[in-house]
């Protein structure tokens, strides 16, 4: 992979792919029935989708994360491997995938960049012969705890200036028009740029160019502290991942995102104005 990223090592192309899968732990983020209708050849089915965590305070979110070093190798997912994750496109779950890895401490993940689409798109072949996970255990876990942002660090730096909230959920949950917690609204003084943006039409990331004017122009810079959160960490991790393909030195997803946040009525909110 080769778009002149920063950190281009966290994206893999599907031509690089195709010759190298036989190196890589490969892992489809996708559900069960888009898996089983066909997928890479080799590949482990791990659906991420509606595993959150609406308690970021630390042993609420130690407990989490040490379960999902135990699902991980209970599905496959071999932490002693380079690993790579896809979807239908470079999609969210396919970056949460990434983000938790990151987090474990393994420094060998990848996504697949424009996800299953890019591959049959490069002549890949899929197969629909589900794969049996291998029985691993004595992962290797180191947690980089800067990797993530909990709700107290939030709440005691919401008047920092070295601090940016990123918004990467759709507008109409940015500025309060839908609700998916006890509140609607928004982290005081967040800045919304929703997670969709980061990629272009057919589903690969945009370029450094790009996501770089995007990001900058909207105040959120590289010698800043990034903050990202959505609903529950999935859209976040996206943008996460866009900001550490640029190099950006301290970006953490929130996981508890919105719906710790909103739930929460001792926490400040922000009705935004579109």
Known sequence: MNKEYVNSELLI???????????????????????????????VPLDLFSISLTDTREQPFKAFMSMIGILFARRGVDLNRSIVFYEDVSGMCAARGLWFCEYLGHSKTQVLDGGIQSWLQAGGVIDTNPVVPPNLTGLPISPQPDTHINVEEI??????????????????????????????????????????????????????????????QAGVTAEKRVAC??????????????????GYPRVSNYIGSWKEWGDRHDLPIEIKID
């Open 13 to 43: 192309s599907a031509t690089e792919l195709i010759t190298q899968a036989s190196e890589h732990c490969i892992v489809d983020t996708r559900p069960v029935h888009q898996y089983m209708a066909g997928h890479i050849p080799n590949a």
């Open 229 to 246: 959160y959505c609903q529950g960490g999935y859209r976040s991790a996206h943008s996460y991942l866009a900001l550490r393909l640029l």
């Open 155 to 216: 709440l005691g730096q919401l008047d920092d200036p070295n601090l940016v909230v990123l918004d990467t959920r759709s507008a109409d949950e940015h500025y309060a028009r839908v609700a998916r917690a006890a509140r609607a609204g928004a982290i005081p003084g967040s800045i919304h740029i929703e997670w969709i943006e980061n990629l272009n039409p057919n589903g690969t990331f945009k370029s450094v160019s790009q996501l770089q004017k995007m990001y900058t």
